[in-house]
């Protein structure tokens, strides 16, 4: 049998990596399929257009009231599919969660019933004139379109995105999940069912699948991702980490608000796969990475300037941002602390409390990857995507290794690109 | 030591109970092979306790008192505690509700040592007027993110077109005018009303070695029986609502909604108040969840999108339900669910509906049982009506369609339907 922890690796064909994650402790299995592009701004939207369209119904469940009076005979079986983004990388992620056999009283081969449907969902969409039926893309459209609009709704959220795009201006990382507003206005429903039959053939695939399974279910999953029609899968290039800062950037957005967001963007320089990395994390720990670290200790709890400020790592384009609701007003003197916090962590002014809580923090979260089935799929996502090899139980080991030193060495790669803030109208800064 | 054991085997779920000579009670649910264990010290105290008679005397604090002394009750003799759980490598917590306050851990090793602390801290307030004025600064910070959330404020902005007088209008943070009144003496009355061991629960989820969790209690709980009698005051509150419309301009860019049902006549302890709460839950997925008419039409014609959410709230002195989302016409959305309403009267509820609406959250109820923090949230939020978390299973087992079809007909009273809209600046 496998480690509990593991995530075995089944079969590897025709662009497709089918990965199981046997455990029996959860009440649920669960089975997760994604495609990969490279963010682009010519596929952005229409990427994230796909699963909009493909959750409005197939052949054979097709509409959202079909396919949730289906899910509900299937006690309450959840369906839900999205884009995201990880560094360059767009992702897009077919997803369902099913009670485990052993809860229900009649036999009906659940797993077989939900791996079929979630099938269905993606390779057999209603069709209109050989194409994806149009009112469903004129709605999706024009959702997703609120969606866009949407995002200033909540400021602390996009304080932190906008900052980081601000860093990334005019590389892919800088487009937003869901692309544009221009690119949506120029996708048509031809257009975008051409898209999609590429997308079903030539983007790489990974299938991970979840639970207490028995081996003959795993063989249907794979003799049937076999069937699917592909052809030569594309390259997923890797995001470029190392960029050099000239000058750091000023951002301001005015909204009628009473609390001022602050964000800091950050490169990192530091390749997640990189020995270094683990430093890193170690470093993002002790400066912003909860109770225990410099941000809260002295932008909250000494100087009472803020509710929350954290720092945070996108690993997989070597970026951090720092992040605050302040007084619109105690703009500079935040700043100044949060530098202040910069330079000692540089100097490795560190606490033995500092360095053990940061250590012991990153050992907790890591370790409770392990109860959740989402968070056990990402986590090895990322380590596929990032082409590492470790376990969580070897990420906190090399974690462990690291040093006060080699905090203070790695904060050194760490270098400020961009300040953004959001401010109102009535103060002047 | 008595401990009680009741095992729920339709589920693999065992819970063990045992009580402490002072009056609380402490219960475990152990999570095999689960990494992560979690204890919550909750007391039956939240923002809506603002007027309270203690020992006869009558007494009037003000708003958000609960959530302040929430705040204040890390900091100890020695420094704050939250810096002795960061050393374990736990992460501490604390959040302050309506009707309650619970301080809790979720760690991964050294459960006993966490668990001790949380014991320590919850009993032993170390409250300074330094301290106090310095708090103010950092929740000021908290409320104004809060006057910023748009999430936030429709929701409060729907409790305050429901109620007249009920203090659930009220944030649970209070405002910057009400915490400015907050000293270090009205922080110890309260503290000295609603934290005795009586008024209080424990509970601990995960993989433990259970009778070790109730013995540390028995040895570390230092109050023994009852001694204050405590009379939590509440303002008469109307059946009727207070208005039916509220509004309120926020820096978003389209407007949201959230609406909903005042609700009157309902029994808010036991075992009743969770068939009231599954009943209209069923009610709200028939007449506008995604396998409805109505959610179709709504969501076909651009007035709801996936944001959209319904819910229903049962408490001590109020309960009622609530959807909504983002919308461009939310009042036509209200149009439609009234019209929904009116032809589900006449035609009467499709008992095959229900049925499979049943079949469907049972099984999404046993998915819930998947966390560890899932549960004991879970478990807090319903323990002080009576109740614990696997009394669900009982409800979705013995409720029945006429009773289903006699909440529609008192819940879903159009004369009791507000609504709250934000809508975008310019």
């Given at each position: ?200 053939k030539t983007l790489p695939m990974y299938v991970f699948v979840s639970g207490d399974l ?216 | ?50 007027e309270f008679v203690v020992n006869g005397e009558r007494v009037k604090v003000p708003d ?363």
């Amino acid at each position: 049998m496998f480690k509990d922890s593991q995530a075995k690796k089944i079969a590897s064909f025709n662009g497709i990596t089918l990965f199981w994650i046997p455990t029996n402790k959860f009440k649920t299995n669960s089975i997760n399929i994604f495609f990969h592009d490279n963010l682009t701004n010519a596929n952005a939207s229409k990427n994230a257009l796909i699963p909009a369209v493909l959750r409005r119904g197939c052949t054979k469940y097709p509409s959202i009231r079909d396919i949730s009076l289906y899910l509900d005979e299937l006690y309450g079986t959840s369906f839900d599919c999205g884009v995201t983004k990880k560094g360059e990388n767009q992702i897009i992620q077919f997803y369902i969660e099913y009670i485990s056999d052993k809860y229900i009283s009649e036999n009906i081969d659940i797993t077989k019933k939900a791996f079929d449907f979630l099938m269905e969902i993606i390779t057999e969409p209603v069709l209109e004139d050989g194409c994806f039926k149009n009112e469903y893309v004129a709605q999706e459209t024009e959702k997703m379109k609120e969606l866009i609009k949407g995002r200033v709704n909540n400021k602390m959220h996009y304080a932190v995105e906008r900052c980081l795009e601000e860093v990334c201006k005019g590389e892919p990382f800088g487009i937003y999940d869901y692309g544009s507003l221009e690119n949506l206005e120029s996708i048509n429903c031809k257009d975008l069912y051409e898209h999609y039959l590429k997308f079903i053939k030539t983007l790489p695939m990974y299938v991970f699948v979840s639970g207490d399974l028995k081996p003959e279910d795993i063989d249907y999953i794979k003799d049937n991702l076999f069937k699917i029609d592909r052809e030569e899968v594309i390259d997923i290039k890797e995001a470029e980490i190392e960029i050099a800062v000239d000058k750091v950037k000023n951002v301001t957005e005015t909204f009628d608000v009473n609390q001022g967001k602050l964000s800091l963007g950050f490169r990192t320089n530091t390749y997640p796969n990189d020995e270094e990395y683990y430093k890193l994390i170690l470093y993002n720990s002790i400066l912003g990475g909860g109770v225990h670290s410099k941000l809260f200790q002295n932008v909250r709890e000494k100087e009472g300037l803020a509710y929350y400020v954290f720092s945070r790592l996108e690993k997989f384009k070597g970026l951090m941002v720092i992040s605050s609701g302040i007084e619109i007003e105690n703009k500079d003197k935040t700043i100044e602390i949060i530098n202040k916090q910069l330079e000692d962590i540089a100097k490795g002014n560190i606490t033995e409390y500092e360095y053990e809580a940061a250590q012991k923090s990153i050992e907790t979260g890591i370790k409770s990857i392990k109860d959740s089935q989402l968070q056990l799929v990402d986590f090895y996502l990322s380590q596929y995507i990032t082409k590492s090899e470790d376990t969580p139980d070897m990420v906190i080991e090399k974690v462990k290794n690291a040093s006060i030193k080699d905090v203070a060495d790695i904060a050194l790669k760490v270098k400020l690109d961009t300040i953004y803030f959001i401010t109102n109208n009535e103060k002047e800064i | 030591m008595e401990i009680k054991t009741i095992n729920y085997d339709k589920i693999d779920e065992t819970m063990y109970l045992y009580q402490h000579k002072s009056g609380l009670k402490v219960f475990v649910i152990p999570k095999k092979g689960y990494s992560k264990k979690f204890a919550a010290f909750g007391t039956h105290y939240g923002s809506i306790n603002s007027e309270f008679v203690v020992n006869g005397e009558r007494v009037k604090v003000p708003d958000g008192i609960a959530h302040f002394l929430e705040h204040k009750l890390f900091e100890q003799k020695d420094g704050s505690v939250m810096d002795k759980f960061s050393k374990l490598g736990s992460n501490p917590n604390a959040y302050t509700s309506f009707s309650q306050t619970v301080y809790l851990f979720s760690c991964i090793d050294k459960f006993f040592e966490n668990f001790n602390l949380l014991l320590d801290y919850v009993q032993n307030p170390y409250i300074t007027e330094e301290s106090v004025e310095k708090e103010k600064a950092i929740i000021g910070q908290e409320i104004r993110m809060y006057e910023d959330n748009p999430d936030w404020r429709v929701f409060f902005n729907l409790l305050d077109a429901f109620y007249k007088e009920n203090p659930v209008k009220i944030d649970i943070a209070g405002t910057i005018e009400s915490i400015s009144k907050i000293d270090r003496e009205i922080l110890y009355k309260c503290y000295n009303t609603f934290y005795h061991p009586s008024n209080m629960v424990i509970v601990v989820v995960g993989d433990v070695e259970v009778e070790k969790v109730f013995q540390m209690v028995e040895e570390n709980i230092f109050k023994s029986e009852k001694d204050i009698e405590i009379e939590r005051i509440f303002p008469k509150e109307p059946d009727e609502i207070n208005k039916h419309y509220k509004e309120q301009k926020l820096a978003v860019a389209m407007p949201l909604f959230l609406m909903g049902f005042k609700d009157v006549n309902f029994e808010s302890k036991g075992i009743n108040c969770l068939n009231r709460e599954i009943a209209v839950k069923i009610l709200l997925e028939i007449i506008l969840g995604r396998s409805s008419d109505l959610y179709t039409e709504l969501y076909n014609e651009g007035l709801i999108n996936n944001t959209f959410d319904f819910d229903y709230s049962i408490e001590e002195n109020y309960a009622f339900s609530s959807f909504g989302g983002e919308s461009k016409d939310p009042l036509l959305v209200k149009e439609k669910v009234i019209s929904k309403i009116e032809d589900l009267c006449k035609k009467g509820i499709d008992e095959k509906d229900y049925q499979r609406i049943k079949k469907a959250m049972r099984g999404r109820f046993i998915r819930q049982l998947n966390s560890v923090d899932r549960i004991a949230h879970m478990f807090m939020s319903v323990y002080f009506k009576e109740v614990n978390i696997f009394d669900y299973l009982n409800v979705y087992d013995q409720i029945t369609f006429d009773y289903v079809e006699k909440v529609f007909r008192e819940h879903f009273n159009k004369e009791r339907l507000a609504v709250s809209v934000i809508k975008p600046i310019s």
